[in-house]
């Protein structure tokens, strides 16, 4: 490359690094070599892998196309040349690209490529994300604690509340929320789900509420559709809301209290006719005071709550869910049926299943494919499993609380110290996930809002004494 386009790459990219940073379009800016010199969030997010990976990868490698290269050293403009991308897991994806040749004195030094799906590809992918996959009869197990959220959750498709579900990685909050869906008089409309952590900030505020034409540099020709508006007459999941930006709370608020939506770079407020139903594995009560959640918001969403267990939360429901995924999974790579040893079997039930239904369904999957008896035995199970399972065993149990006093407990200590180890024993007890929190808050005789308090004073003063 020379000199003089080096100078102008420095200014340039300077100068464009935060508009491209706007763009809800994948962007690559290149060198006529075919060398990655900027990239763009939306890239990040359609390539699946950080920027870095991206900078380290010639454009032959990210697109598979020959007349691509060819068009980026010749210097020509050309609009939606159908092009294969190839994302980090090898992936193929159909994508339309525009390139916008640079030039420095006269000669073609690079080019801005940017990428989009092409409008066939866009409507399909639009079909399959309205479509429901899941009712209640898909919410696999019997114990009391699903039961009974099976049958809050039939009520409560019956009205038209704003619902959040809250429960851990891999419980299966969209599968309720989609059963709900199913189940209300508006199954009969789309079904649109977004996750707000896998989105990047620049491309989550379009992707909920749509743009105008001309609202930013790369905007589509007629605008485009938020969320919001593709969800009308139906049901808009949120999955993930306690990773929505504080700048995107403040208008989710306005949108939920006025029923209108206003595009990015519009003037015209567009009615919406929507219910949504919001996820988060996340304890919102903490993030509320810390300020990292709108205490305004969360009443908003927060009208009809929902609580997922976890797995080790219900594990009567265990065996049932072992012989369901055995059996889709048999049946997926046509392998003849297994049974589950008992020693394997008090494995599972030992488990404590950080990854929930999630994990138990990609275990399953494990031992189907490779196990090639017909006998699930303790050996034909992960080994990381096998290896928590020893951890657990080989750990020393806690000292057992005696009768009238906690281990630990002095009665000649100061209140103050007494009351911080009956909280740290409790949450010890109970664990510190928000259902976990909630026991020991019970336990104490305290309430939920109590015990956050009083874990805020403690965080303040063990930072201070530091």
């Not at 740290?424 to 026991?439: I, N, P, S, V």
Request: proline share 5%; hydrophobic share 40%.
């Amino acid at each position: 490359m020379n000199e003089p386009w080096s100078k102008e790459k420095k200014w340039f990219l300077s100068e464009v690094e935060g508009l491209l940073g706007m763009i809800p379009f994948p962007m690559l800016v290149v060198s006529v070599e075919g060398k990655v010199l900027h990239v763009n969030s939306a890239a990040e997010y359609v390539w699946n892998c950080p920027q870095i990976t991206l900078f380290q990868q010639s454009l032959g490698q990210l697109v598979d196309s020959a007349l691509l290269l060819e068009t980026v050293r010749k210097g020509k403009p050309v609009r939606d040349l159908a092009v294969t991308i190839v994302d980090q897991s090898g992936k193929r994806l159909s994508y339309l690209c525009k390139v916008h040749p640079l030039y420095v004195e006269r000669v073609a030094e690079g080019a801005i490529l940017q990428f989009a799906k092409p409008p066939a590809e866009q409507e399909r992918e639009q079909k399959r994300r309205n479509a429901t996959r899941y009712s209640f009869d898909d919410i696999r197990g019997s114990s009391p604690a699903l039961l009974a959220l099976k049958e809050q959750g039939r009520k409560v498709a019956g009205n038209d509340s704003t619902v959040l579900i809250r429960g851990e990685s891999g419980t299966g909050k969209e599968v309720l929320a989609q059963a709900i869906h199913s189940s209300s008089e508006r199954a009969g409309g789309p079904f649109i789900a977004i996750n707000c952590a896998a989105i990047p900030e620049s491309l989550l505020e379009s992707e909920l509420f749509g743009y105008e034409e001309g609202a930013f540099t790369g905007a589509k020709k007629g605008g485009k559709q938020g969320k919001f508006e593709l969800a009308n007459e139906g049901t808009l999941f949120l999955d993930e809301i306690g990773d929505m930006p504080p700048f995107l709370q403040v208008k989710l608020l306005r949108v939920l209290q006025e029923r209108r939506v206003e595009r990015i770079g519009g003037a015209v407020s567009i009615p919406v006719n929507v219910r949504v139903i919001a996820a988060t594995h996340k304890d919102i009560t903490e993030m509320m005071m810390t300020g990292q959640f709108r205490e305004d918001l969360f009443f908003r969403l927060n009208v009809i709550p929902l609580y997922v267990p976890p797995l080790r939360e219900r594990k009567e429901d265990l065996y049932e869910l072992i012989l369901h995924y055995m059996k889709k999974f048999g049946e997926r790579f046509q392998k003849p049926p297994k049974r589950l040893s008992t020693e394997a079997f008090q494995c599972l039930q030992r488990y404590r299943w950080p990854g929930n239904i999630r994990e138990l369904e990609n275990i399953v999957e494990y031992i189907v494919s490779l196990e090639t008896g017909d006998l699930v035995t303790v050996n034909s199970l992960p080994g990381s499993v096998r290896e928590r399972l020893q951890e657990a065993v080989e750990q020393p149990e806690l000292p057992q609380q005696t009768e009238g006093r906690m281990p630990g407990i002095d009665t000649q200590m100061p209140l103050e110290k007494t009351e911080e180890l009956l909280i740290m024993h409790a949450l010890q007890r109970f664990g510190q996930t928000t259902e976990g929190k909630k026991r020991a808050a019970e336990s104490l005789g305290i309430s939920v809002a109590t015990l956050y308090r009083r874990l805020h004073k403690l965080q303040r003063q063990q930072k201070f004494s530091k």
